[in-house]
């Protein structure tokens, strides 16, 4: 097979929730991705952070309250995620490398993101971070100028803002690791969402969607896949109801036709298809592949999953 250059982002909700749930996932997750590093190809991983950014934010706003220290700022969060996941993924994938008999070195490259300071998101946010608390909890941190939005019966939940990803400042890096044979880990979280100041970079309190980073990302870096994982093989149409079908392609028109007619989630599908027509829109070469971590290699040789094309 000839060697293609793969983009390929893993739900930071498909990590767990807990270091032990993270390694147990992880290990799970690197048999299926380094089969793809074995048939050699290029690989990049992105991951999502959201159970994980609010965890960290949670224990250190514990502890400066205790000790009386400054508050941490969301963007630092999100780039300790990025390295304490980083770590595990680095680890277990270059263990599963060398249990497959293989020589691929593995990075993890602690990735800002660009973004605009004046993106509308900021007024509105809308990505949940943290865990699921209950009403009472919830109210306190309202009052204290948290944003909490409420999930039903699971609970409410922080939502920041998740501003549209404009640059990865650190895509040189990844592409020069490319070229020198590595599988690299890389955009966690969607990135650390800074903004530019001259030739500073400011971090901002947000965490952006890691499927258009990733989409992003396969742009900037000529990615021939963005393959996103999530819990389903496939697509759906009319999900959930009795006329619910899968989809097994696409091309950019009908993608945009089925999210003008509700089909998919804000929450959940929708943010996925938005990042296969940004992928193609960017780069028409690109396809994007959606399906679950157990149907990966299945899915990257059209046996299932949606394929997304320009």
């Known amino acids: 097979m000839e060697k293609k250059r793969i983009v390929i982002a893993l739900g930071g909700n498909a990590l767990g929730e807990s270091l032990h749930e993270q390694m147990a996932a992880i290990q799970k997750t690197s048999r299926y991705i380094i089969a793809l590093v074995g048939e050699g190809h290029e690989i990049v991983l ?23 220290i400054d508050a941490f700022s969301l963007s630092v ?5 990025q390295g304490y996941i980083g770590y595990d993924l680095q680890n277990v994938m270059r263990e599963e490398i060398l249990n497959q008999n293989l020589h691929v070195p593995v990075s993890t490259v602690i990735t800002q993101v660009v973004v605009d300071k004046d993106d509308p998101a900021f007024m509105e946010p809308t990505k949940p971070i943290g865990k699921y608390v209950s009403g009472q909890f919830a109210r306190g941190q309202i009052a204290a100028g948290n944003t909490f939005k409420d999930f039903g019966a699971k609970g409410f939940r922080q939502v920041v803002a998740s501003p549209k990803p404009q640059h990865i400042v650190e895509s040189e890096t990844i592409r020069a690791l490319l070229r020198a044979g590595q599988l690299v880990i890389a955009c966690g979280g969607g990135g650390i969402p800074v903004i530019r100041q001259g030739n500073h970079l400011k971090g901002v309190p947000a965490v952006i ?5 990733s989409a992003l990302l396969a742009g900037m870096i000529n990615a021939d896949y963005l393959v996103i994982l999530t819990a389903v093989e496939k697509v759906f149409l009319h999900y959930g109801m009795e006329n619910e079908t899968t989809v097994d392609r ?5 993608a945009k036709r089925y999210i003008e007619e509700g089909h998919f989630g804000k929450g959940s ?16 070469a690109c396809k994007t592949i959606i399906t679950s971590i157990e149907r990966l290699s299945d899915g990257f040789n059209g046996i299932t999953g949606t394929l997304i094309e320009y």
Do not use: F
């Not at 950014?53 to 400066?64: E, N, T």
């Not at 696409?250 to 009908?254: E, G, V």
């Open 269 to 284: 599908m929708l943010p996925k298809v938005e990042a296969g027509i940004w992928a193609a829109t960017q780069n028409p």
């Open 77 to 81: 969060c999100v780039s300790i995620t």
């Open 209 to 213: 969607d890691k499927d258009l980073t």
């Open 46 to 68: 992105t991951h999502g952070n959201g159970p994980q950014v609010g965890l960290i934010l949670d224990c250190l706003d514990s502890y400066r309250v205790n000790h009386d």
């Open 250 to 254: 696409m091309n950019i028109a009908q």
